[in-house]
């Protein structure tokens, strides 16, 4: 399966979405913000938020302006926590292209995020939506509250209720936001609207925990940081949540859960271990449970372009290697 | 004149603005964060943009509610970007307080900052206004778009335009969000609405003028911070060109016309001769200018305890000392 299969019925869309963001460096931008800007831009990504607002809101005849706003909001936002996140993890690579990090000052690299924030707030607002803009703001609150959590008190922690919490606000709020905000756009029926929360909740929980997986699993250069990266900032995932359920007197889970994530050797032992065990197929099938429920989520509505491509959306979520 | 004078009829609404701020630390936030919020709040300040949230929309008899609501949300958004410029500045000291960022991590800082952001911005929707959202969201891209401008071009550079440009972005634009928005929850009316801008406007200018001339000649620990440390830093305010305009052939000027900022002793003696100059008066006086056009605005107004508190705070802000 290609990711072309989902993109098709939305690829014009999503280009007047990418040129929605380029135009949010207008005459008064500063030119270096506004280099940095279309830096960000060039960088890619798959756009996949976009891509949930603009399927939803079309299987619902939403207007379509709006939805390219919403899109372009949304992939804003995303951009902003991920400039604030570089800076915090120091990454120096983001999707295989130097971050902004890398080579602008934490100054110019906070102020990115900052006016990242203000252009993505003032095109949530310009979608005359007040429930809208409400939900915007609260998740943008619930992921930066989420980065405060992960930042103060996460490390080696081995808990499952911490975790569900942190992906949940680090990506499955803005999924949600997006299926959500495109549903609202398009109907005031909340029954819809609800079905739409659920597959972009259900959607973002397995896109983070296969991001989590892929942090074990994947490539290398594909992922674009070294593997178990995560884990050696004492960010305990799923796939280390279950070694440790299963292997307890393992002793590297044991020098885990007493507070030695920083004995680097320790943990790329415990890293290699997680790799070739159970834990990578147990965290995958908790993946596709996820994916599941989005897929019943969609069953409610008749047949059409967008159901199937949110559906190949949902699958694609899953399977992806990077 | 005390500054009582202005604050006594908004005294229990401005309580309210306070007791609506410490709630956004709710119980999902992180402890830590909910920390860093009440000192933040416990450090104080004068709650200027709230008063005049208060008192223009009390003087047109707008919803109480949502006034407080929009005076929390100024003061957060006013409060998120100090916490950001301190990260910026490195300072360590505000109004004489520690701040964040000496006993904060960077990244807490960050963090701290995206979430004042976050949670003015949901205040600001809950006023359920979608224009006011847009002003909002419009108001935060300036502030940061002028400090992004501020940090990457304005060093050493003597232009007025830089600097009126700069002061509307960093000051003046929040102020005319304050007197434009309560108004527009009081009226519908247009050239009220235009006449609160006004006055938001001309005391914001003022404001930050005064601020400017505070920094060369007012007392360093009313301040809070070493005397002409903007110009140490390289940032030129109106003081220092009234200054160059009417002494071209200082060689220190010439100095600092050729990019030489950084000479510190050089610096200092430009900053002496500044203080006994006659360019703190002329940039006072055009300070006064700006309070004259704010009291003018109000002028078309009936007598009303507001009114006469309006233009005492906007000669208050005149006036003052720190």
Redesign the interface.
Same mark, same amino acid.
């Given at each position: 399966m290609s990711a072309a299969t989902f993109f098709t019925p939305v690829q014009a869309g999503i280009q007047l979405v990418e040129e929605r963001m380029r135009a949010q460096a207008d005459p008064?931008? *500063?030119p270096?913000?506004a280099a940095a800007l279309d830096h960000l831009l060039q960088a890619g990504g798959k756009r996949v938020r976009p891509t949930v607002v603009l399927l939803v809101g079309n299987l619902l005849g939403a207007d379509r302006e709006k939805l390219v706003i919403l899109g372009a909001a949304v992939e804003m936002l995303h951009t902003a926590t991920l400039v604030?996140d570089d800076?915090?993890d120091s990454a120096l690579l983001r999707r295989g292209i130097p971050t902004l990090n890398s080579k602008w000052s934490?100054?110019?690299t906070?102020?990115?995020?900052?006016?990242l924030?203000?252009?993505a707030?003032?095109l949530?607002?310009?979608v005359?939506?007040?429930e809208l803009?409400?939900r915007?703001?609260?998740t943008?609150?619930t992921?930066? *509250?989420g980065?405060?959590?992960q930042?103060?008190?996460a490390h080696g922690l081995i808990s499952r209720e911490n975790y569900y919490g942190r992906i949940y606000a680090k990506t499955a709020s803005l999924f949600e936001m997006c299926g959500l905000s495109a549903a609202m756009i398009g109907t005031p029926d909340e029954t819809i609207q609800a079905a739409f929360k659920t597959y972009g909740y259900e959607t973002g929980m397995a896109f983070q925990i296969v991001d989590d997986i892929l942090d074990f699993s994947g490539e290398q250069r594909a992922v674009g940081k070294p593997l178990g990266s995560d884990l050696l900032q004492g960010l305990v995932t799923l796939p280390a949540i279950y070694y440790a359920e299963t292997h307890p007197d393992d002793p590297n889970v044991k020098l885990l859960v007493s507070g030695h994530w920083r004995d680097e050797q320790k943990m790329m032992q415990l890293i290699t271990s997680i790799r070739h065990s159970e834990a990578i197929r147990l965290a995958l099938a908790e993946a596709a449970a996820h994916i599941e429920r989005a897929l019943q989520a969609l069953a409610q509505f008749p047949l059409s372009v967008e159901r199937d491509a949110l559906a190949d959306l949902a699958r694609y979520i899953l399977n992806r290697r990077s």
């Amino acid at each position: 399966m290609s990711a072309a299969t989902f993109f098709t019925p939305v690829q014009a869309g999503i280009q007047l979405v990418e040129e929605r963001m380029r135009a949010q460096a207008d005459p008064d931008t *500063n030119p270096d913000m506004a280099a940095a800007l279309d830096h960000l831009l060039q960088a890619g990504g798959k756009r996949v938020r976009p891509t949930v607002v603009l399927l939803v809101g079309n299987l619902l005849g939403a207007d379509r302006e709006k939805l390219v706003i919403l899109g372009a909001a949304v992939e804003m936002l995303h951009t902003a926590t991920l400039v604030h996140d570089d800076l915090i993890d120091s990454a120096l690579l983001r999707r295989g292209i130097p971050t902004l990090n890398s080579k602008w000052s934490p100054t110019a690299t906070v102020l990115t995020g900052d006016f990242l924030f203000a252009r993505a707030a003032r095109l949530a607002s310009e979608v005359d939506n007040v429930e809208l803009m409400k939900r915007f703001a609260e998740t943008l609150a619930t992921i930066v *509250n989420g980065e405060l959590t992960q930042y103060f008190a996460a490390h080696g922690l081995i808990s499952r209720e911490n975790y569900y919490g942190r992906i949940y606000a680090k990506t499955a709020s803005l999924f949600e936001m997006c299926g959500l905000s495109a549903a609202m756009i398009g109907t005031p029926d909340e029954t819809i609207q609800a079905a739409f929360k659920t597959y972009g909740y259900e959607t973002g929980m397995a896109f983070q925990i296969v991001d989590d997986i892929l942090d074990f699993s994947g490539e290398q250069r594909a992922v674009g940081k070294p593997l178990g990266s995560d884990l050696l900032q004492g960010l305990v995932t799923l796939p280390a949540i279950y070694y440790a359920e299963t292997h307890p007197d393992d002793p590297n889970v044991k020098l885990l859960v007493s507070g030695h994530w920083r004995d680097e050797q320790k943990m790329m032992q415990l890293i290699t271990s997680i790799r070739h065990s159970e834990a990578i197929r147990l965290a995958l099938a908790e993946a596709a449970a996820h994916i599941e429920r989005a897929l019943q989520a969609l069953a409610q509505f008749p047949l059409s372009v967008e159901r199937d491509a949110l559906a190949d959306l949902a699958r694609y979520i899953l399977n992806r290697r990077s």
